[in-house]
């Protein structure tokens, strides 16, 4: 059984730091595309950062590319999300996610098979 438990979200003020997590269990994260995912209330699910392959360099979204960094740890099987210069609009539920490699860009919810529960991130101006 595949899961997927994202941690680290929060409140944090503008300008802020946070670190998100995403533990996998039921699935090795090399022979996956992880990203991760957002949506804010009432807002349609978007696209954040994602590695399409096993390795290689990550994809963002124009969003949040400069500000946030994905990465893994594949001897955890754990992906993350550093989210630095943290913006009102940023606030969000994030989720992470995983799909199927070499999914073309910009990545659609779609191609991803599973999925966590989120986790809130709040931007407090």
């Known amino acids: 059984q595949v899961q997927l438990v994202e941690s680290g979200g929060g409140l944090v003020q503008a300008g802020g730091s946070l670190r998100l997590s995403c533990a996998a269990s039921?699935?090795?994260?090399?022979?996956?595309?992880m990203g991760w995912f957002r949506q804010a209330p009432g807002k349609e699910r978007e696209f954040v950062a994602v590695?399409?392959?096993?390795?290689?360099?990550?994809y963002y979204a124009d969003s949040v590319k400069g500000r946030f960094a994905i990465s893994r740890d594949n001897a955890k099987n754990t992906l993350y999300l550093q989210m630095n210069i943290l913006k009102p609009e940023d606030t969000a539920v994030y989720l992470c996610?995983?799909?199927?490699?070499?999914?073309?860009?910009?990545?659609?919810?779609?191609?991803?098979?599973?999925w966590g529960q989120g986790t809130q991130v709040t931007v407090s101006s």
């Open positions: 590695f399409r392959w096993s390795g290689g360099s990550p």
């Open positions: 039921g699935l090795t994260l090399s022979n996956y595309a």
């Open positions: 996610a995983a799909g199927f490699l070499g999914m073309p860009t910009p990545p659609k919810d779609h191609q991803f098979n599973y």
